[in-house]
């Protein structure tokens, strides 16, 4: 089970504040969908809340097994998807795999050989990532993130660049891996994205 407290948080750049006054309770089962426009700061509270960024007021704080989790381990809880992330380019589908899953542990049964199965991918296994198209790196982005063992996966606007087929593959694959995960959902209101949250926070209701 893991937790994460969220007391009166706040994020100013500069003289503009992102979001302030936020406060919230998650947990292990909950699907949070963060909605808003685009800029209005939806990505900046999710890098908040995967602790690579600080915030400006207020506190978050995490547990897990109900044991505190201090700042710096927080990244060990978290694995995220976003179209900002950088593959490396130079490498393979086969060696990216392999790679990120040296610093990240690999969900319980499942196997590379197995990823590049279920991802349709098998195919272009030995293909460099540079001759990807941009939904092929968007679906290696989610596949690397929603086969981690993390109990808390974040994913900012998951089907940018994927076409319908891509889409229904991933909302497959996202519920295969679901469960014992606090699942965090960016979306500018893409139903195709939210189509798992049970719980709804508006960006735009934290601007004052």
């Given at each position: 089970?893991?937790?994460?407290?969220?007391?009166?948080?706040?994020?100013?750049?500069?003289?503009?504040?992102?979001?302030?006054?936020?406060?919230?309770?998650?947990?292990?089962?909950?699907?949070?969908?963060?909605?808003?426009?685009?800029?209005?700061?939806?990505?900046?509270?999710?890098?908040?809340?995967?602790?690579?960024?600080?915030?400006?007021?207020?506190?978050?704080?995490?547990?897990?097994?109900?044991?505190?989790?201090?700042?710096?381990?927080?990244?060990?809880?978290?694995?995220?998807?976003?179209?900002?992330?950088?593959?490396?380019?130079?490498?393979?589908?086969?060696?990216?795999?392999?790679?990120?899953?040296?610093?990240?542990?690999?969900?319980?049964?499942?196997?590379?050989?197995?990823?590049?199965?279920?991802?349709?991918?098998?195919?272009?296994a030995d293909k460099q990532l540079k001759d990807f198209s941009s939904g092929m790196k968007q679906k290696v982005k989610?596949?690397?993130?929603?086969?981690?063992?993390?109990?808390?996966?974040?994913?900012?606007?998951?089907?940018?660049?994927?076409?319908?087929?891509?889409?229904?593959?991933?909302?497959?694959?996202?519920?295969?891996?679901?469960?014992?995960?606090?699942?965090?959902?960016?979306?500018?209101?893409?139903?195709?994205?939210?189509?798992?949250?049970?719980?709804?926070?508006?960006?735009?209701?934290?601007?004052?």
């Amino acid at each position: 089970m893991v937790t994460i407290d969220i007391d009166k948080i706040g994020k100013k750049f500069r003289n503009e504040w992102i979001f302030k006054n936020l406060s919230l309770q998650l947990k292990t089962g909950d699907v949070l969908g963060i909605t808003g426009s685009n800029g209005s700061g939806k990505s900046t509270l999710l890098q908040v809340l995967s602790g690579f960024m600080s915030v400006s007021t207020g506190s978050i704080s995490y547990s897990y097994n109900h044991k505190h989790v201090q700042p710096d381990s927080v990244y060990e809880l978290v694995s995220l998807a976003s179209p900002y992330l950088v593959l490396v380019e130079d490498y393979t589908l086969r060696e990216m795999l392999k790679f990120y899953f040296r610093f990240k542990k690999i969900a319980n049964g499942i196997t590379v050989d197995n990823i590049l199965e279920e991802s349709l991918l098998k195919q272009h296994a030995d293909k460099q990532l540079k001759d990807f198209s941009s939904g092929m790196k968007q679906k290696v982005k989610l596949l690397l993130a929603i086969t981690s063992d993390t109990p808390i996966l974040l994913l900012d606007e998951p089907c940018t660049n994927l076409d319908s087929h891509v889409i229904e593959w991933y909302q497959q694959y996202l519920r295969k891996f679901s469960s014992d995960r606090l699942i965090i959902v960016c979306s500018n209101q893409v139903k195709e994205e939210l189509f798992m949250c049970n719980k709804f926070l508006s960006i735009e209701d934290f601007k004052k």
